[in-house]
């Protein structure tokens, strides 16, 4: 391997070769990453009494301290100065929340995203090492989808955790679908049949959760998929033909909802309550709205704000505990002006290095083909989860965290091929 440093504008990378590292231990930190994807989505049980994430941590700690200098550059970066400010803001919240506990457990959580992201930039420093790491992430969702789709428990893939509600679920196969539709578009052979199988299982999984929020979500990806494809006609009947499929898979009830999915569907039923909610929200944040109530603590005061001025309640019980089924309308109530102009600012970040991506300069060979496709992927994936979040409190999951560190990641590695002589 060429050992040649080069510094493009904010990072200093090793120039490498797309191909397999020789150099004794390379590849350790890439297995780590991969592990982490099993131990974050698949949730295997059998690894829970070691505490794998904390392991996997420390372990991903220790191979980051042997690149102080890669990382002390990655903190000049906008995009985790900004994330390194939440964090410092949220920490204020554990001392003067409502639920100190779960203003802490939630600045952990996004603590522990901020590591994992630091080591996707270190680690997975050219598109071979990114693709295998979003080919594993495909593959560990699908594996779930099938384990919940047939109801068995192959290699304790379970998908628990963060995603053992139905939606939640479905907001996972919905983040993971557009990685199985642009590497099958770029692998050969056998490995694009495994992937476009993959895809299948992801949306008959979406379907089988019956989340309706999750077939609104479904619908957004498979759409931009196919803005993206360049066979149009031949892609809307493989489309079509998938739809047909997986309503056969759809339980009769859900049908029936989903059928029913409507403007006038926000006037009943669920669709009703995550109206009252959101309006709750809106309360939370009206009543805090420089720095919200805490991080993770929206559930713990949402009885107070449940009630209008005249004391009454659209529902007829204490709502504690119950979130606002919204990533947008949790981010204003428990984090207030100060945490939503923070994360606005990172995702335009996202978006300025994505439009960075489209317009690099890199030799017209594979790599480059490769940049593209995977740009494409994590915006689609992107849009994915900002539809999808729009009915589900996921601010605090990890699949957003994740996607907008390889975002930092694939703008590296593209500065990296600018920076490379053709």
Not at 173 to 181: S, T
Not at 226 to 237: A, E, G, L
Request: hydrophobic share 50%; glycine share 8%.
């Amino acid at each position: 391997m060429n050992t040649e440093m080069v510094e493009n504008r904010t990072y200093l990378l090793p120039k490498s070769s797309e191909g397999i590292d020789v150099k004794k231990g390379a590849n350790i930190p890439v297995y780590l990453l991969v592990l982490y994807l099993i131990i974050e989505y698949g949730r295997p049980q059998f690894l829970a009494p070691v505490k794998p994430g904390l392991v996997l941590q420390f372990l991903l700690i220790l191979c980051l301290s042997t690149h102080t200098e890669q990382v002390r550059r990655l903190f000049k970066e906008k995009y985790f100065m900004l994330f390194v400010t939440l964090l410092l803001f949220m920490s204020v919240h554990v001392f003067i929340a409502t639920n100190n506990f779960w203003a802490f457990v939630c600045l952990k959580t996004l603590f522990s995203y901020l590591i994992i992201s630091i080591s996707c930039c270190v680690f997975l420093n050219n598109t071979r090492r990114l693709s295998v790491f979003l080919f594993s992430f495909v593959m560990v969702v699908a594996l779930c989808s099938v384990n919940r789709i047939l109801k068995i428990d192959f290699l304790g893939f379970t998908g628990s955790g963060v995603f053992t509600d139905e939606n939640d679920f479905a907001l996972a196969m919905n983040v993971a679908l557009p990685f199985g539709f642009f590497l099958g578009q770029m692998e050969t052979g056998v490995k694009r049949w495994i992937l476009w199988s993959a895809c299948i299982a992801l949306v008959l999984g979406n379907v089988v959760s019956a989340s309706r929020g999750g077939i609104i979500g479904l619908a957004a990806v498979g759409f931009v998929c196919w803005c993206y494809s360049k066979h149009k006609v031949s892609s809307f009947f493989v489309i079509v033909a998938v739809a047909m499929l997986a309503w056969g898979f759809a339980d009769p009830e859900f049908k029936q909802e989903v059928s029913g999915i409507s403007i006038d569907s926000a006037e009943k039923d669920t669709g009703k309550d995550r109206i009252e909610l959101w309006k709750v929200g809106l309360k939370a944040f009206a009543a805090n709205p420089i720095i919200g109530v805490g991080q993770g603590n929206i559930p713990i005061v949402i009885n107070q704000y449940q009630y209008d001025s005249s004391g009454k309640s659209y529902w007829d019980r204490d709502m504690w505990g119950r979130a606002l089924h919204s990533v947008y309308f949790t981010l204003l109530a428990e984090l207030g002006l100060v945490g939503t102009v923070l994360v606005g600012l990172m995702f335009r970040e996202l978006l300025r290095k994505h439009r960075k991506i489209l317009n690099t300069k890199v030799s017209p060979d594979n790599k480059a083909y490769a940049v593209g496709h995977l740009n494409r992927a994590l915006m689609t994936s992107l849009f994915g989860f900002l539809v999808t979040g729009i009915f589900l409190s996921v601010f605090y999951y990890p699949p957003l965290w994740n996607i907008a560190a390889l975002f930092m990641t694939l703008s590296l590695i593209a500065g990296q091929k600018e920076s490379e002589p053709a």
